[in-house]
């Protein structure tokens, strides 16, 4: 079975700009959730995405946004970039039961973005 | 709301010995936890989950973990660490009811196995 794989892996984006960033979910799971992990710092949740609508977020503003696919990959947008949006951003999937916190998270290796 | 405390920024250690790696969390809710470990460039990776059942938990790569509820701990160890375990380790919990992806971290431990 194939892991979670995220693409670019590095990017370089001035403040201001927009960004995409991308996620193939490993094969059988419907649930997919993003963080942002600042340097030095643990990852913090941004989004979880089930059945295509999003159905949690962390305290992030909603410059935030994400879409998730009939094939449960999944897109981070970020509109008006901040250089506090330098970080490595993770995607992360499982399969999951509405409503349950038991899930296995399978992550991927990340997308770091660079804001100047 | 949770909250959770890794005690150690980092922790170095000479191969072969013992290591234990400090977690304490806070939650106003019942939560499951779990410890990961990230390799430079790489994501994060599962190493072991207390879910219920007994308060001991072992997982991969040699590692361990004991929950105590009254202390709200859930710190990991090794009785025997390798060069190869050097990387940084994230204790995290999640609530059981709600938001199943919803893991919250710690700040994280680097752990330096020493030769």
């Known amino acids: 079975e194939t892991g979670v794989t995220q693409s670019p892996t590095h990017l370089i984006k001035t403040r201001g700009q927009q960004v995409t960033l991308r996620c193939s979910s490993q094969?059988?799971?419907?649930?997919v959730s993003w963080y942002q992990q600042a340097l030095g710092q643990g990852p913090q949740f941004i989004f979880q995405?089930?059945?295509?609508?999003?159905?949690g977020r962390g305290n992030f503003p909603p410059r935030f946004s994400g879409l998730q696919f009939p094939n449960y990959s999944s897109e981070l947008n970020v509109n008006a970039l901040e250089l506090d949006d330098s970080a490595l951003y993770l995607c992360a999937s499982s399969l999951s039961l509405r409503g349950s916190g038991a899930n296995v998270l399978t992550f991927g290796a990340g997308s770091r973005l660079t804001v100047l | 709301a949770q909250s959770v405390t890794q005690l150690d920024s980092q922790v170095p250690v000479f191969e072969e010995a013992p290591v234990e790696l400090r977690c304490n969390y806070s939650s106003s809710v019942s939560v499951y936890l779990f410890w990961y470990v990230q390799y430079p460039n790489q994501g994060l990776q599962l190493l072991l989950k207390y879910l219920s059942g007994s308060t001991l938990v072992k997982g991969i790569n040699g590692f361990e973990a004991e929950f105590n509820k009254s202390q709200t701990s859930f710190h990991l160890r090794k009785p025997s660490v390798h060069i190869s375990d050097t990387a940084e380790y994230f204790c995290a919990v999640s609530p059981r009811v709600g938001y199943g992806n919803k893991l919250v971290f710690g700040a994280g431990t680097i752990l330096r196995v020493k030769s």
């Open positions: 995405y089930y059945r295509e609508e999003e159905n």
């Open positions: 094969s059988g799971h419907n649930t």
